[in-house]
């Protein structure tokens, strides 16, 4: 969703810019919260408890499940990444190119019509490096279980189970990590973060006032105004 909404607000479209809310984004959050509940009702019917572990039963729900969650938790969401993240870096990309010739009689500036604000570029990065991080993090775990649903009526030796266990539990530490290291990575990847995180624990745990931000602004004669 979120590389859906910074492609919605790359876009030239006036149109697509206005799906991209505050408004609209709770909705969807909230929406997709009991969507997936919904979804995994299945697991109160299919799972089952056995030596203290619980687990989806064997046969051919477990093929069924496996080649899911493979689906659901890796392939689909890698797709939609891949694709709305190479659309929003075409918009920012056509953005950047939009610099018109005003002419002599403007004392032959340019004008930029449409400029992409530091803010969305940064916003941009950050989801950029999001994504980065959650292909390489993610990619194990559904190879896996793809893995697992091909071989889930072969016979294996005591040594092989106890490998594809461990394998299986490292695939899932990867995508915990992932979750963990989504404050880390926007820390590093915006300045804008970093300022906005530095002045909250200025104000909220050191109780000093906020440090004032300049803001330039020009006026009809394109001369600077720094406040």
């Not at 056995?50 to 051919?60: N, P």
Request: net charge positive; aromatic share 12%.
């Amino acid at each position: 969703m979120a590389s859906i909404d910074r492609y919605l607000t790359s876009s030239r479209s006036a149109l697509r810019r206005q799906w991209s809310s505050a408004k609209i984004a709770r909705r969807l959050i909230i929406g997709s919260a009991i969507f997936w509940c919904v979804i995994y009702i299945q697991v109160i019917i299919f799972y089952n408890i056995s030596r203290g572990t619980c687990w989806y039963q064997s046969g051919a729900y477990g093929v069924f499940f496996s080649i899911y969650i493979a689906i659901e938790s890796g392939i689909l969401p890698l797709l939609l990444l891949f694709i709305f993240g190479l659309l929003t870096a075409n918009n920012v990309h056509k953005t950047r190119q939009r610099i018109e010739p005003i002419g002599a009689a403007h004392g032959g500036r340019h004008v930029q019509g449409s400029k992409t604000s530091k803010k969305d570029v940064q916003l941009h990065k950050m989801l950029a490096n999001q994504i980065l991080v959650f292909i390489i993090l993610n990619m194990p775990n559904p190879c896996f279980l793809v893995y697992r649903a091909i071989t889930v009526n072969t016979s294996k030796s005591v040594l092989r189970s106890t490998t594809e266990e461990f394998a299986g539990n490292m695939t899932y530490a990867l995508i915990y990590l992932g979750f963990s290291l989504t404050f880390i990575n926007f820390l590093i990847s915006s300045d804008m973060f970093r300022k906005e995180f530095l002045q909250l624990i200025r104000v909220q745990i050191f109780r000093q006032r906020p440090i004032p931000v300049a803001t330039v602004r020009r006026d009809n004669n394109n001369n600077c105004e720094i406040k």
